[in-house]
């Protein structure tokens, strides 16, 4: 299994956990809107859309007349959003796509993807090919991960599992969360960016606390990270029953140190990207 089949058995894993990776990245939405900027009825695709959290957000906000769009890879996430939508609501439209590589039957006036864009098998083709998704003076906005030292939320429960099992290294340029998280890889995202044709480019940082799961406590907090958090259940059912036990309790006593207002929050830090196509 590759590691993110999001078309296949990672896109299963997020859709069983949905709810809770929606309410821990909820507060993203609303940084990410704000740079997308849709000051006037326009047409709106939201790339990798997963259940269409961020996707009915952005038809919430835009202004009356908007059409929203939701594209993913995932059948079964697809699915999933087409359920959460009214029959009458033809404001908001969700279908199975490959962007990376799918012509769009008429370009938008806005892109935005929540955490898409980092898992581009070929990402100076995607990118070119998204070129042809936006409009002439239409604009993206676009959020990545910041460096993995800023985002405790999930790098301390990978420490955690690693103290229980072993976690094979990933590749910085490879497919992956934070594939533009440093210096150079962000300095890399730009530099496709610009290549692809788009222009007026530029990087903000968002920095915030997400609630882990939701407003959950920290044991199923800790079931939910363990659960949803890249491989690490996969891992740690090979390793066997103790090996999870440990997981759980050493997890949830590092959620304990940072419940607050009914959650576990955990800081995160968010790079989003803007630009436009000329």
């Not at 859309?49 to 007349?65: D, L």
Request: proline letters at 7%; hydrophobic letters at 45%; glycine letters at 8%.
């Amino acid at each position: 299994m590759q590691a993110f089949d999001w078309a296949g058995a990672r896109g299963e894993k997020w859709r069983i956990h949905l709810s809770g990776m929606e309410s821990t990245l909820l507060p993203i939405d609303e940084p990410l809107l704000r740079a997308l900027a849709i000051d006037a009825p326009s047409r709106i695709a939201d790339l990798a859309c997963g259940g269409g959290g961020t996707t009915i957000e952005v038809a919430k906000h835009a202004p009356t007349g908007s059409i929203v769009h939701g594209f993913d890879v995932s059948p079964s996430l697809i699915e999933l959003a087409r359920r959460r939508t009214r029959s009458d609501e033809r404001a908001i439209v969700f279908d199975v796509a490959d962007v990376a590589m799918a012509a769009p039957d008429k370009p938008y006036e806005r892109l935005v993807s929540r955490f898409g864009v980092m898992f581009f098998d070929d990402p100076r083709a995607a990118f070119a090919n998204l070129l042809r998704w936006l409009a002439p003076g239409g604009r993206f906005a676009f959020a990545v991960w910041g460096p993995p030292s800023e985002n405790p939320w999930t790098t301390s429960v990978r420490d955690a599992v690693a103290r229980i099992v072993e976690i094979p290294p990933s590749e910085p340029e490879a497919p992956g969360p934070f594939r533009y998280a440093d210096a150079a890889g962000s300095d890399r995202l730009l530099a496709l960016l610009d290549h692809a044709g788009f222009a007026e480019l530029d990087v903000r940082e968002w920095r915030g606390a997400l609630p882990i799961g939701g407003h959950v406590s920290p044991a199923e907090a800790a079931r939910f990270a363990l659960a949803s958090f890249s491989s690490f259940a996969e891992l740690l059912a090979k390793a066997g029953d103790a090996a999870q036990d440990d997981a759980r309790r050493s997890v949830t006593a590092l959620f304990s140190d940072h419940q607050r207002d009914g959650a576990v929050r955990m800081d995160a830090c968010v790079r989003i990207v803007t630009g436009a196509r000329p």
